[in-house]
């Protein structure tokens, strides 16, 4: 079945680039996700890539799928301790909009 | 735009009484909304896709009958937690797609904390 992996612990500096990874199975994913949770509180979607992008950026935040490798990644630049949380990579496909989620890497941010 | 509310935020019951979860669409509507289920430190798990007007599709391993959902209108979605046990204490997490746009248009709401007794 779909399922997607992430690393669960990162830790950086403030200041620093933080990049988190995110590994899937699925090869008719056709969107794939980035959603930051805050302690107690929902998600908050990041940015999203079509899976005939390769990148995209927005902002601080940049987007590198490579869809050979089912690997995706999200580089912080500049991370923050307002960065600290913890993010989800999902991926969908164009049906039904259902989300199928990695475990969550909890980043940190020390100042 | 794209505000989803959850209501209550957290709730406190006791076992075996039944416990309703509202979710809204604020400013937009919503065909499909989305429940989800999370533990501490672990991801969210699909539990049921709600289609307005019919019946909600649910995942694998999920009891239909001790969680209902309702999706009676275009803004709102509930789910009702029966009989609850303190196994179903869980944060509980729903998000609806705008309806007419693509499945990326999907907004989540801040979530609702149960907590069985």
């Known amino acids: 079945g779909e399922d997607v992996e992430q690393s669960l612990f990162l830790s950086v500096r403030e200041g620093d680039s933080s990049v988190i990874n995110c590994t899937y199975t699925?090869?008719?994913?056709?969107?794939l996700y980035w959603y930051k949770q805050e302690p107690g509180a929902g998600l908050q979607l990041l940015t999203y890539i079509f899976s005939n992008m390769d990148m995209k950026q927005d902002q601080r935040l940049t987007v590198l799928l490579n869809k050979k490798d089912k690997h995706l990644s999200l580089r912080i630049a500049d991370t923050q301790t307002g960065d600290s949380a913890i993010y989800f990579c999902a991926e969908s496909d164009n049906q039904g909009g259902k989300l199928i989620f990695g475990q969550g890497t909890e980043l940190s941010v020390k100042p | 735009g794209a505000v989803v509310s959850q209501h209550p935020s957290w709730v406190i019951c006791k076992s075996g009484t039944s416990v309703k979860i509202e979710c809204r669409s604020l400013d937009f509507q919503a065909t499909t909304m989305f429940w989800y289920r999370q533990f501490p430190k672990q991801s969210l798990m699909l539990m049921a896709t709600s289609n307005e007007g019919s019946k909600a599709t649910y995942e694998q391993g999920v009891e239909k009958d001790k969680f209902l959902i309702n999706h009676a209108s275009l803004t709102l979605s509930t789910l009702t937690v029966t009989s609850a046990h303190p196994e179903d204490s869980s944060f509980y997490i729903c998000?609806?797609?705008?309806?007419?746009?693509?499945?990326?248009?999907?907004?989540f709401g801040p979530g609702t904390r149960l907590t069985v007794t």
């Open positions: 699925d090869s008719s994913s056709t969107y």
């Open positions: 998000s609806a797609r705008v309806s007419g746009k693509g499945t990326y248009e999907q907004y």
